[in-house]
T-cell receptor, first 115, second 112 residues
Framework: DTEVTQTPKHLVMGMTNKKSLKCEQH?????MYWYKQKAKKPPELMFV???????INESVPSRFSPECPNSSLLNLHLHALQPEDSALYLC??????????????FGPGTRLTVL | EDQVTQSPEALRLQEGESSSLNCSYT??????LFWYRQDPGKGPEFLFT???AGEEKEKERLKATLTKKESFLHITAPKPEDSATYLC?????????????FGSGTQLTVLP
């Protein structure tokens, strides 16, 4: 099974709200990712967790706060977002390999609208 | 810096009309090249991983090939349900970074 689940599917929030996006995988993968995707653009990497430790933060504003409670779960906490943060937020996971690239499997995404 | 260029940006085919999508890449030591299919408003769906030049993989009407400079996604006798954006990505020798560099995608439309 190569399934990554994300909740919620859709989220509308005001600029003063606090909300969280959730991601879960049960493939035993030890790397998990958050991406942001704007319309007609490829996904942009935001954060990478490797063995539950944050290994990459692509200069993402502090209004986005990732959390990896355990090896199966990944959260993205949102606070004081701007309208330009409206996008499709994608979670992915992979199993780090000793050699060769590790395939990332993506979830269905959360469509976020910031009013 | 890793770079990926996909062409064409958009492609319209008649049902049954075979064609190929191109992914040209520049990376200092390829660890993997990945093809994904993405439907509007959904997450990318994994299709293939290729690791070394000369490698080929097939799945239904799709066949992916890899050379040292580019990859092709061949679509044989496409159907309307093959309409989607096809994304190519590469992973370079970045150790534990696991970063993918994506191309801009090819938007494929298959007309009945």
């Amino acid at each position: 099974d190569t399934e990554v689940t994300q909740t919620p599917k859709h989220l509308v929030m005001g600029m003063t709200n606090k909300k969280s996006l959730k991601c879960e995988q049960h493939m035993g993968h030890r790397a998990m990712y958050w991406y942001k995707q704007k319309a007609k653009k490829p996904p942009e990497l935001m954060f990478v967790y490797s063995y539950e430790k944050l290994s990459i933060n692509e200069s993402v504003p502090s209004r986005f706060s990732p959390e990896c409670p355990n090896s199966s779960l990944l959260n993205l906490h949102l606070h004081a977002l701007q309208p330009e943060d409206s996008a499709l937020y994608l979670c992915a996971s992979s199993q780090p390999g000793l050699a060769g690239g590790d395939t990332q499997y993506f979830g269905p995404g959360t469509r976020l609208t910031v009013l | 810096e890793d770079q990926v260029t996909q062409s064409p940006e958009a492609l319209r085919l008649q049902e049954g009309e075979s064609s190929s999508l191109n992914c040209s890449y520049t990376v200092s030591g390829l660890r993997g090249l990945f093809w994904y299919r993405q439907d509007p408003g959904k997450g990318p769906e994994f299709l293939f991983t290729l690791y070394s030049a000369g490698e080929e993989k097939e799945k239904e009407r799709l066949k992916a090939t890899l050379t040292k400079k580019e990859s092709f996604l061949h679509i044989t006798a496409p159907k309307p349900e093959d309409s989607a954006t096809y994304l190519c990505a590469v992973q370079g020798p970045s150790g534990s970074a696991r970063q993918l560099t994506f191309g801009s995608g090819t938007q494929l439309t298959v007309l009945p």
